[in-house]
């Protein structure tokens, strides 16, 4: 195995922490050494693999902080626990790369990062939803080969979205700032599927409503639909936004696209395996209206064969959250989890996640997934 590139953070501190990836800003090193850490960052861009993790891990760590594209399953909670670590966190909102109950058997608090990608992700997701409504790459392309001969009445026509049917599929976080962003800037009236209600969805459109009547205009509407099938047939633009489990594992197949109108819009900034990738290729050959916008991928960082080619695809490489502001804010959640998890500190109950993510942060673990199965104290919020 070829050496790793590590970067050393507070070489006298007393616990050793392993971070598989370099994070940006300082933050979240200065919460790490303010808790007594020696942190090892590996600085390689590459994909690191189990063998190489176990490695970094050896004999001796206290705590890691690890990244979405790591499967961090039983082998590596394993390794953690004999090294003697109790914590670790994903540098991610979302966990399906983490086997939590793996980690619950070894007694590992697992960390994520909630709060800081809401609407960083919700905006990719409307970026993604008019670039592939009006065929923005495509014309970008078109530009660049030199092929703009003039005005033309017919050229790129895509859809108009103002005061068509929004499909929300998942209504948390991101699911509803993007809806609300659709409802805000495009009234759209909005159709969601959530195994739960959509509370906060609910109320927002409804004083929306209330706000645009009163300014006599038409009001939007917002409902919950009972099965998937019902808002793939009425939607015009469908928004992926569940987590990725076994039961949302292929959830958009070549059965539900054949649902949905020819002329849809399919956006996915969650999971790349909640849609079949090879009958997304399929649909969009045989439905050159249909249009896909994608930041996510069933087999990241490949693509399945025949996506690359669809002119009625636009694709960016997983950057839902890619702003500044908010990987540094992921930074500082995933070190202030094992930080504080590391000085003994209890778990945050609250939502409100911004006092971690500058200065002295509070002494809480500001998101544990496990926290009720370890029996983890609570606190604040
Ligand atoms: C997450 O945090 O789960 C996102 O996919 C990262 O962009």
Known sequence: MAELEWRLVNPSGGKRVVVTKELPGDHWADVLTAADCRVEVCTETKMLGAEEIIAAIGDRCDG????LTET???ELFAALDAAGARAYSNYAVGYNNVDVEAAT?????????????TETTAEMTVALTFAAARRVAEGDVFMR??????????????ELLWRGTLGIVGAGRIGTAYARMMIEGHKMNVIYYDVRQGEALESFVSAYAGFLESRGEEPVSCRRVETLEGLL????????????????????????????????????????????????????RAHPNFRVGLD???????MKPGLADLDNVVMVPHLGSATSWTRQGMASLAAC???????????????????????????????????TELGLPLCGG
């Not at 890691?64 to 990244?67: K, M, R, S, T, V």
Request: hydrophobic share 45%; glycine share 10%.
């Open 64 to 67: 890691a902080i690890g990244q």
């Open 72 to 74: 961090w399953g039983e």
């Open 105 to 117: 058997r070894h007694g590992i608090p697992v960390g994520n990062t909630p709060g800081v990608l």
């Open 145 to 158: 080969a030199g092929k703009f001969e003039g005005w033309l009445p017919t050229l790129f026509l895509g």
């Open 233 to 284: 047939r009425q939607a015009d633009v469908v928004s992926l936004h569940p987590p990725l489990d076994e039961s949302t594992r292929h959830m958009i197949d070549a059965e539900r696209l054949a649902q949905m109108k020819d002329n849809a819009i399919l956006v996915n900034a969650s999971r790349g395996p909640v849609i079949d990738e090879a009958a997304l290729v399929a649909h969009c």
């Open 296 to 302: 996510v991928f069933e087999d990241e960082p490949a």
């Open 337 to 371: 989890n094992v930080a504080a998890l590391l000085m003994g500190y209890p778990v945050w109950s609250g939502d409100d996640i911004r006092p971690f993510l500058e200065g002295t942060p509070p002494e809480a673990a500001p998101s544990i997934v496990n926290a």
